[in-house]
């Protein structure tokens, strides 16, 4: 089950996940078997949590790592959505973290600053 926002609870659906990483994906040079196998890198994680419920913090933060490693635009697409930008300097503290990562020449595959929604605590 995964656990929303709001508490409510649904059954976890890959399909959802597949869809939200094929949008954010959309004419951006990532294959399906890439969207398929990030999915189950998901899966796998959610899994080792142990527990029956899985936060959708939890998923959505899997998915920002994953695209961050990826494909940075398709990284903005989702985390524009996922973090629900309340206004574009929210936007764009998030591209100049991006572009200072690039300058400080992070490894491709590093990890975003998490932001403290992002968290399981």
């Known amino acids: 089950m995964v656990v929303k926002k709001d ?13 939200g990483i094929k949008r954010a994906c959309e004419k951006r040079p990532v294959s399906m078997e890439t969207i398929e196998e990030i999915a189950d890198r998901i899966e ?7 527990g029956k419920e899985v936060p959708s913090e939890f998923i959505g933060g899997a998915v920002m790592n994953e695209l961050h490693g990826i494909d940075q635009v398709a990284y903005v697409r989702f985390a524009s959505v996922y973090r629900s930008f309340k206004d574009i300097d929210e936007f764009m503290r998030e591209l100049e973290d991006l572009i200072r990562l690039r300058k400080d020449g992070a490894p491709e595959a590093s990890r975003p600053r998490a932001k403290k929604s992002d968290s399981l605590s």
């Open 44 to 50: 796998a994680a959610a899994a080792e949590l142990g």
């Open 7 to 19: 508490s409510r609870r649904e059954p976890y659906d890959r399909h959802k996940v597949i869809a």
